[in-house]
C-alpha cells in the first residue's frame, strides 16, 4: 500500500485535467499489476471526477451546467460568509464528490481512451488545493 499528498497550485475556476499530476505523485503504481487507486480532495468547495479528456468544450460546458444548477446570489442561501460563490461551490462538491477511484492494471490506470480526472475548481479563488493518493495491490 502506497500513500501520497499532493498540493495543486491555485487554479481558476472551472474543470482542470490533473491526471499526469497524480501520475506523477505516485510512481509506485509502476510496481502494481493489478490494483486501485483512490484520489481523495480535502476540500468541501472542490471536488473530483473522471470525464471526458479531449474536447476543452466539454470542461466549458460542465461550468456552464454547474452555474445554473447551483448559481450565485440566491437568496435563500443561509451560508454565505465567505461570499457569494461559497454556498453554491459547496453544493457542486455534494454533486460530484469528494473522491475517484482509478482501476491499475500492468502498472498504469486503466482508464478509458477518453478519460481523464478533474479538479472541479469551485470557488472564483480557491487557493492551493490538497490531494491524498492511496494506491493498493499487488
Known amino acids: 500500500m502506497y500513500q501520497h499528498t499532493l498540493e495543486l497550485s491555485a487554479r481558476p475556476r472551472g474543470f482542470h485535467l490533473i491526471t499526469a499530476d ?3 505523485a505516485i510512481p509506485e503504481i509502476n510496481m502494481l499489476q493489478t490494483g486501485i487507486c483512490q484520489v481523495f480532495i480535502q476540500h468541501t468547495s ?3 471526477t473522471i470525464n471526458e479528456n479531449a474536447d476543452p468544450t466539454v470542461r466549458k460546458d460542465f461550468e456552464t451546467y454547474f452555474n445554473k444548477a447551483a ?3 440566491d437568496r435563500d442561501f443561509l451560508h454565505n460568509d465567505e461570499g457569494p460563490d461559497d454556498m453554491p ?3 457542486k462538491a ?3 464528490g469528494s473522491s475517484v477511484m482509478l482501476p491499475i492494471r500492468n502498472g498504469r490506470f486503466a482508464l478509458g481512451t477518453w478519460q481523464g480526472v478533474y479538479l472541479c475548481e469551485h470557488r472564483n479563488h480557491g487557493g492551493r ?3 491524498v493518493i492511496t494506491a493498493w495491490g499487488e
Open 129 to 131: 488545493r490538497k490531494l
Open 22 to 24: 497524480i501520475v506523477k
Open 46 to 48: 472542490a471536488s473530483l
Open 94 to 96: 455534494a454533486l460530484l
Open 71 to 73: 448559481p450565485e446570489n
Open 89 to 91: 461551490a459547496h453544493l
